[in-house]
């Protein structure tokens, strides 16, 4: 074999290979920032649920501070499904409802979470006593004020008149 044929297949066989370290450090830079999006839309995500979280949490405290009450914090929250009808069996239910200003036979069927705060400020009692708020779609739609004991009380969100 000639000389500078030699020569020509070694030159096209590095430039061959600095074109598949370049094709493989594009790749590797495409990916990294491939996963540095993902990472960052993740946590954008997590923070938008965490923001919507303590925004629901603030307009609960919000509006239990605006009837009156004083709570020592959120106790737990669930999901619950309004029955799809309001028989005669929720007429009390729905009245407590109403005297609040709150209406929920719109929501029928449809499944509200329900936030349960702890009152620190009831005037009578010593019961322990909890709000809960039923929140759909960031409002809220209902809720009521409530002994813990069996043979307790449930009552609108109004502050009492002692």
């Known amino acids: 074999m000639p000389h500078g044929q030699n020569g020509g297949d070694l030159l096209r066989v590095i430039g061959n290979q600095i074109i598949?370290?370049?094709v493989v450090a594009a790749c590797a830079l495409a990916l990294s920032l491939g996963l540095c999006f993902l990472a960052g839309h993740m946590q954008r995500s997590q923070l938008a649920v965490s923001s919507a979280t303590d925004a629901i949490g603030i307009l609960c405290e919000h509006t239990?501070?605006?009837?009156?009450?004083?709570?020592?914090g959120l106790i737990s929250q669930d999901q619950v499904t309004l029955p799809e009808t309001?028989?005669?069996e929720y007429t009390d239910f729905l009245a407590i409802?109403?005297?609040a200003g709150f209406h929920l036979t719109p929501y029928a069927g449809k499944t509200v979470t329900r936030y349960t705060y702890e009152i620190k400020n009831y005037p009578m009692g010593s019961d322990i006593i909890y709000a809960d708020l039923l929140v759909y779609n960031q409002v809220i739609i209902g809720g009521d004020i409530r002994a813990s004991s069996l043979d307790g009380f449930m009552s609108s969100l109004l502050y009492p008149d002692t």
């Open 20 to 22: 598949w370290r370049k």
């Open 64 to 72: 239990l501070s605006s009837f009156g009450w004083e709570t020592s």
């Open 86 to 88: 309001f028989g005669s």
């Open 97 to 99: 409802q109403k005297e």
